[in-house]
């Protein structure tokens, strides 16, 4: 199956690129609310289902235990651009849970922020595992690992104990069973599975609305997207698509970014659940995309409608700043595959 074109590149008003991809909306019965392309095919979902890994964390009363804010809470969510308040964060949660960054396995590399990168740079330091963007995540793995009383070392291994209640967790949330045929190793060392998008979409259904989990997993999510809609600075940040339009909406959408053109969100005061992926893996699209399903199912305000535009129908510019094209959502939400 072939999927549609979902996202136009203009050059002046002529079409210079296409992006195809797929989009998966259900809500937390499992409905088609909208559907577009091959939705059942296994995809990597990468980093866009980081909320779901973080459940355990906090559903096993470990976050708690730990003393865990919301800000650190967030940041093990998140894809973060590797900014101070992010390394400061990470290191902190460590801390609580008596342990320093010699622990972290997810390698380390430049922060994503140019910024940071420069003033990195300046200093005459370079990076460790706290800029990693991963490294919230992780950091999250080894507070969950020694609050069960386990050795962190090796955490990342599929075998260890962290990455079993990760993927029970994953596994009961999208309802559909992780398969070793479909399995990889992530940017940052850990397992990853390939999850249909419609799964997916259900998975972030309940994670929006509690709708068919048990007490503590819901109390959790709704903890998790609480501390993502206070501070979305800690799940991206400055500048970055996902901290922008969360600051617009709060707690009224969550929305995260995977590799590779993957956007995970849920709706909860509509009960959505949302997945996307751009077959050519461009991120820029996934964005154009995820902002058009935010624009047609989430009630908002003009001045909120114009602003989320800006993000979400970017301009492009050349390096004299004029103005040469834009991207454009080609989606018809009056029409499902």
Known sequence: MTNPVTVEVLRGEAVESRHRGAISIVDAAGKTVFSLGDVEKPIFP???????????????GIADRLGLTAQEISLACSSHSGEPIHVETALSMLKKAGKDADCLECGAHWPVSGKAERELAASGEKPSALHNNCSGKHSGFICLSCGLDEDPKGYIASEHRVQREIRAAGEEMTGFTYLDAYAGIDGCSIPTYAVPLKALALGFARFGTGYGLDRKRAEAAQ????????????????????????????????????????????????????????????????????????????PMSETEHENLAKLAEPVLRNWNGIEVGRLRSVLDFTKTS
């Open 46 to 60: 990468r980093s866009a289902i980081k909320a779901l890994q973080a459940l355990p964390l906090v559903e096993s």
């Open 223 to 298: 903890r998790i997207r609480e501390a993502v809609a206070q501070y979305p600075l800690l799940v991206a940040g400055t500048g970055r698509f996902d901290t922008d339009v969360m600051n617009l909406f709060g707690a009224r959408l969550f929305m995260k970014t995977g590799a590779e053109g993957v956007y995970c969100a849920t709706i909860p005061e509509k009960g959505l659940g949302i997945a996307v992926k751009c077959d050519d893996g461009e991120g820029r699209a996934a964005q154009v995309i995820l902002g058009a399903i935010v624009q047609h199912f989430l």
